[in-house]
Structure formats: structure tokens, C-alpha cells
């Protein structure tokens, strides 16, 4: 029973998240995964191309399957888990799957989703358009408010002033040095620490010190900002998960990165999904997911410079 709750929380979490980062029929609309033999995919009904992964299906995509083929397909709107049958050719609708030769059936619903969870999802705030703040000229560093690090990911990362800086980072009383670097963004490996703990970042230039990370409003009371690292019972719970995830869907980073999110491990979501949009470039509509990541890492400079990057492709 638990492991259907984890599934219903997760997958919900993968699908109805698009809801903030892109709006309506943006969404992807189902996600095809355990492919085995030939199955290809169609954007708009010309070119073809061989699903060797688990694919994200949009509206206006066609997929079909060929002879001693077969898949699993999860419906977001409805909940609907179906198996792909042989021979079969299927349409994306704007909230179902259409079958346009062949058959399809009804699969196990061991991760069946609950409709329920969509108004929570479902926001109209857009990462695919950057709001520019004034520039006052000031210098200011910026960084994730709150975010939780593992042994498997230990790293804290911000935006970089730019080369001619380093940086001091304070987690309780341990004190990091950071050199200067061309690199966009600064990540720092931590040593592991016991519970939550406020942080703090100095950048330094010519050996004085800049500029400092200021504590941060929320809901009129200013807060200091803080890292947490997974107690040991937390790493073999979210170990598990991640091995049942694997089972279910195989090694699939986006998948993985939905997960990172919903326990706030924001440096792990990016690492997945930068590696995902890497190895499936022609999965180019899930690239918001990351810009979603970039700005709860308060990521500015790469998060503008990928976005344009990414509305010129889009307009192609």
C-alpha cells in the first residue's frame, strides 16, 4: 500500500507540475515508458522518430508501435494506465490518448494518479518569460533559500559575480573557501553535517569583502537562509524509492528529478534534468522544468541565458 502512495505522489508530482511552468495545452499530456521492440513518435505527423526511452507525449504527437512491440502509457487527466499493443497507432489528444488503428488495453493502476491533485499543480505562472527587475546597480549576491543535500549530492551552488571573484560560504561554523572562477554559476562540495543549519555567502574581491547574501522576507519577517542534510533513515527511505522508481520506469533522470523536487534537493533536480535535456535533445518542451530549478536556485544568469537559448528554438 505504501509503495502505491509513493507512486500516486510522485508520478502526480511529474505530470501536474507542468501546471507552473507551462499553461493548458502546454502540458504534457502522458508519458510513455517500459518500451520494448520498435516504437516511434511523431511532433506533426512527418518525421518519425525511435522512442529508445521513456518519452513525455504532448498534444499533436502520434505514436505507433510495430510487430512484437509494446509500452505503457500513464494518462494524465484521467488517471488511465494503458498498454501498448503491437501494430498499434495511437494520437495525443488535449487530455487523452486517441487510437487511430490497432488496440490498446487497461494496465495494472499500481501508480494510478489522483484527479484531485491537479488544481494543486496548476498554476499559470510562466518560467518561460523573464520579468526584468530595475537594475539599481548594486551588487547582490542571491542563493536557494532552503534546500536539503545528501551524500550522493552534496553540493551548494549560486549565481557567479564573475572571475574576478571568490567566495566564502558559512554552514554553522564551518567555513568554505571557493576560488574564482569563469565558470556561470559557483558549486561548493559540502561535508556532511547533522540536521538543518543557516548559511551564509560573502563574495571577495582583491581580498576585500563585497558583498554579502542578506536574509531574505517572506510573509514580513526576514529569514535567514538554510540547508539541510538527509538524516540516514531519510537517505535509505529516499534510496528505496529511487530503486522503485527505477523498477517501474528504468533509469530515467527526469522521472528522478520530480522526486529530488518534492524533497526540496534542488541541486540534485538540476543535475538530473540537465542530464536528461543532454542525452534527449528533441525533448526540448520539458526544457521549463529546469528553468523552474534555476529559479529556486535563484539562478539568474544561466536561467536567462538557457530561456533565450530556448525561445529561439522554440520559434524555429
Given amino acids: 500500500m505504501k509503495t502505491i502512495v509513493r507512486f500516486i505522489a510522485i508520478i502526480s508530482v511529474l505530470l501536474f507540475a507542468a501546471g507552473s511552468v507551462y499553461a493548458g495545452k502546454k502540458d504534457p499530456v502522458a508519458v510513455l515508458f517500459q518500451v520494448k521492440g520498435k516504437i516511434e513518435y511523431t511532433k506533426n505527423g512527418k518525421k518519425w522518430r525511435k522512442v529508445r526511452r521513456n518519452k513525455f507525449l504532448f498534444a499533436g504527437y502520434q505514436v505507433r508501435s510495430m510487430e512484437n512491440s509494446s509500452g505503457k502509457i500513464t494518462v494524465k487527466t484521467t488517471g488511465k494506465n494503458l498498454t501498448l499493443d503491437p501494430n498499434t497507432v495511437l494520437e495525443i489528444t488535449t487530455n487523452d490518448v486517441k487510437v487511430l488503428k490497432g488496440n490498446v488495453g487497461q494496465a495494472e493502476k499500481t501508480n494510478r494518479l489522483v484527479s484531485g491533485l491537479v488544481k ?7 518560467y518561460t518569460t523573464v520579468r526584468r527587475a530595475a537594475n539599481t546597480g548594486e551588487l547582490k549576491l542571491n542563493a ?5 543535500i545528501s551524500n550522493n549530492y552534496p553540493f551548494m551552488v549560486w549565481d557567479n559575480l564573475d572571475n574576478s571573484y571568490s567566495y566564502k560560504l558559512m554552514i554553522g561554523d564551518k567555513v568554505y573557501e571557493i576560488a574564482a572562477s569563469d565558470s556561470e554559476y559557483v558549486r561548493a562540495k559540502i561535508d556532511s553535517f547533522a540536521g538543518k543549519k543557516e548559511f551564509k555567502i560573502i563574495a571577495i574581491q582583491n581580498g576585500a569583502e563585497i558583498a554579502e547574501l542578506q536574509p531574505y522576507k517572506s510573509r514580513g519577517e526576514l529569514k535567514n537562509h538554510t540547508v539541510s542534510w538527509l538524516s540516514s533513515d531519510q ?19 527526469f522521472i528522478l528529478g520530480t522526486y529530488y523536487e518534492k524533497q526540496d534537493m534542488w541541486v540534485a533536480a538540476m543535475d538530473q534534468y540537465r542530464k536528461y535535456l543532454a542525452d534527449n535533445p528533441d525533448d526540448i518542451e520539458m526544457t521549463p522544468y529546469l528553468f523552474r530549478v534555476y529559479k529556486k536556485l535563484k539562478l539568474d544568469g544561466i536561467y536567462k541565458k538557457e530561456l533565450e537559448a530556448w525561445n529561439l528554438a522554440m520559434a524555429e
Fill in 120 to 126: 494543486k499543480f496548476s498554476k499559470s505562472q510562466s
Fill in 235 to 253: 537517505q535509505q527511505e529516499l534510496d528505496k524509492i529511487v530503486t522503485e522508481l527505477a523498477q517501474e520506469y528504468g533509469e530515467d533522470t
Fill in 144 to 148: 536557494v533559500r532552503d534546500v536539503v
